[in-house]
Structure formats: C-alpha cells, structure tokens
C-alpha cells in the first residue's frame, strides 16, 4: 500500500507563509489527493483538494491563501500556504480519499 509522508511543517509568524510537501511511496500523478487539518480540541476537517485532472478546490477559510499543487516528475503533492493566522495552527494530514490512506500529519503553528 502507498506511504505517504508530509513535511514542511514548522513555527511561522502571523502573515508569514510555508510550503508543505506530501511525498508518497509510488506514483501519485493521478490520484485525488486531498488536505486536512486537526487543531487541538477540534476535529480534523478538510483544507482543499486536488483531483487527478488537476482540478482544485479549497475551503472557504483558505481560498486565496492556500494553493494545492502537484509535481508530475516527483510523486509529491504540495500545499502552499500564505498570509497565515493563528487560526491556522493545527497538525496538517494528506490522505488519498479513494483508499484512506493517511500521512502521519506535520504541525504548523502560526504565532507572534
């Protein structure tokens, strides 16, 4: 079964921005992949996806701030965050939804 493996998680400053990466164990390029988030207390919900025809949709709370890509010549799917606020602090995962695959989840904390 595929692996997937995110990163690119770290400590960031309101307004700032970070890339993370979902680096899978096979090829991905035609896969719905999609991203969610967990803060604490609260239950994982969903950031925004990419289809496998290269579609996108996001979230209201992220639209014009996150943008989901993939690179077909890597088996990796990035989700680019900017303008960040506190409320964007969570434990962020990858998951292809058609086989319930999960990464371990990398954190993100946005704070002054």
């Known amino acids: 079964q595929v692996q997937l493996v995110e990163s690119g998680g770290g400590l960031v400053q309101p307004g700032g921005s970070l890339r993370l990466s979902c680096t899978a164990s096979?090829?991905?390029?035609?896969?719905?992949v999609a991203w969610y988030r967990q803060a604490p207390g609260k239950q994982r919900e969903l950031v925004g996806t990419i289809f496998k025809v290269g579609l996108t949709h996001y979230v209201d709370s992220v639209k014009e701030r996150f943008t989901i890509s993939r690179d077909n010549t890597e088996p990796t799917v990035y989700l680019q965050m900017s303008t960040l606020k506190p409320e964007d602090t969570a434990v962020y995962y990858c998951?292809?939804?058609?086989?319930?695959?999960w990464g371990q989840g990398t954190q993100v904390t946005v704070t002054s």
């Open positions: 998951t292809l939804p058609t086989t319930n695959t």
């Open positions: 096979e090829d991905i390029s035609r896969e719905t």
